[in-house]
């Protein structure tokens, strides 16, 4: 005698299942498993606990799935993202110099530099290199410590050559930099405005 559909559930999942064993019984992201419960499409009892939040009756996810089968996954499109592509969207929100030059062009951006901080010290501190770049005191203090920016150490300073950071700023590492920086994204408008003036 032929069993009936989704029998063999019954045979390997308890009467009780968790928000982990719904993903992997529907075939399904974990965020899409929560927007099935959280939307009462899937029943179940939420404890509140941090560990096995979710108590899901096994029947309630074998009539889910018949259900699906007529009507499709009742998870309306665009409404669960992946935490990929939020990160993916975040990435792709930020700006860099990368979008705006070619490799035979990024010696424009030293030019830039070279124009706007014309009139600075040849010896630079980690805050002036702040100010100038618009990053993070944490990224530059993280490069300057990997030697992506050649510096003269000086206890307990970072004392830079402006010509060095002349030459940093034209590598792929800065070139292709992203970050949220209010500051950095006012730099690459800078240079944007100085690049059309010379069109």
């Keep these: 005698m032929r069993k009936p559909k989704y029998y063999k559930l019954k045979e390997q999942y308890p009467e009780y299942i968790s928000l982990e064993q719904l993903s992997k019984i529907c075939k399904i992201a974990k965020r899409s498993a929560k927007y099935l419960l959280d939307q009462g499409i899937i029943p179940c009892q939420d404890t509140g606990k941090s560990t096995w939040r979710y108590k899901i009756a096994l029947e309630d996810v074998i009539t889910y799935l018949r259900r699906r089968e007529q009507v499709g996954s009742m998870i309306p499109c665009g409404v669960v993202i992946s935490q990929k592509s939020n990160k993916e969207q975040i990435l792709n ?57 050649k510096h003269i150490e000086k206890t307990p300073k ?35 405005i100085w690049r059309n003036a010379k069109l």
Excluded at 173 to 188: C, G, L
């Design 93 to 149: 929100s930020r700006r860099c110099f990368a979008q705006l030059v070619t490799p035979r062009q990024k010696t424009e951006i030293a030019d830039y530099f070279k124009f706007i901080y014309n009139e600075c010290d040849d010896i630079l501190t980690t805050a002036d290199i702040v100010e100038m770049t618009g990053l993070e005191k944490s990224t530059i203090l993280k490069w300057l410590g990997a030697g992506y920016i």
């Design 158 to 192: 970072y004392i830079v050559p402006k010509q060095y950071l002349m030459e940093f700023v034209v590598t792929r590492k800065f070139i292709e930099h992203r970050t949220s920086s209010e500051h950095f994204k006012k730099i690459i408008e800078g240079f944007e």
